[in-house]
């Protein structure tokens, strides 16, 4: 009842194209989703986060989709651009001061 | 502000030595995490502490491994003795309250090669 589903394993998009990466979860106590980017040598650095009183949340290029009845959410890059390529994590905690629960990683090409 | 530092960036040992592992967490900062990535398990949790206390070691994958935490400002991992299915990169995480978000921020990670 923990675990936090992620995929698409890999994704490779065209420059300027919209990337899509979902994430799907079990526990209904969870309320809070941060999405976490990660390249190569560097540590997983917080890139956006949603609660789930909002069903959707907007930073520059960067969009957090909610939704709360079918467990799902989704992180859509927008404009998406080769600097961009990075491994992206989904996580999930409960009352959002419990230990993070992440997917298992998106690895994102974004090619020319 | 500094994030979270981690030392060394890069350890190499033989397998029966000790490794210490350092982490200094985000000043006001309660929480702090210690994680270990490999490409074969992903981002595991290994153990965190809240105000210092270990709150959860489930995720310690043997007495080899023991962490501390003396004050808020210093944490240590241990591995002894040390063995190459330890090589991995092991990330230290502190968490703090941010505009009403429990905000968790990664290290640099220590990338541990035990030969």
């Known amino acids: 009842q923990q675990q936090v589903k992620q995929s698409p394993q890999s994704l490779i998009v065209q420059k300027g194209g919209i990337s899509i990466i979902n994430c799907a979860y079990e526990?209904?106590?969870?309320?809070?989703f941060p999405w976490y980017q990660q390249f190569p040598g560097k540590g997983p650095a917080l890139l956006i986060a949603?609660?789930?009183?909002?069903s959707e949340k907007k930073e520059g290029r960067f969009t957090i989709s909610f939704n709360k009845s079918a467990k799902q959410f989704s992180l859509h890059i927008m404009d998406s651009q080769p600097g961009d390529s990075a491994t992206y994590f989904c996580a999930a905690s409960r009352f959002g001061n419990e230990k993070l629960t992440f997917g298992t990683g998106t690895r994102l090409t974004i090619i020319p | 502000d500094a994030g979270v530092i981690q030392s060394p960036r890069h350890e190499v040992t033989e397998m029966g030595q000790e490794v210490t592992l350092r982490c200094k967490p985000i000043s006001g900062h309660n929480s702090l995490f210690w994680y270990r990535q490999t490409m074969m398990r992903g981002l595991e949790l290994l153990i965190y502490f809240n105000n210092n206390v270990p709150i959860d070691d489930s995720g310690m994958p043997e007495d080899r491994f023991s962490a501390k935490m003396p004050n808020a400002s210093f944490s240590t991992l241990k591995i002894q003795p040390s063995e190459p299915r330890d090589s991995a990169v092991y990330f230290c995480a502190s968490r703090g309250l941010a505009g009403g978000f429990y905000e968790q921020y990664f290290g640099p990670g220590t990338r541990l090669t035990v030969t």
């Open positions: 949603i609660r789930p009183d909002v």
């Open positions: 526990n209904t106590a969870f309320d809070y």
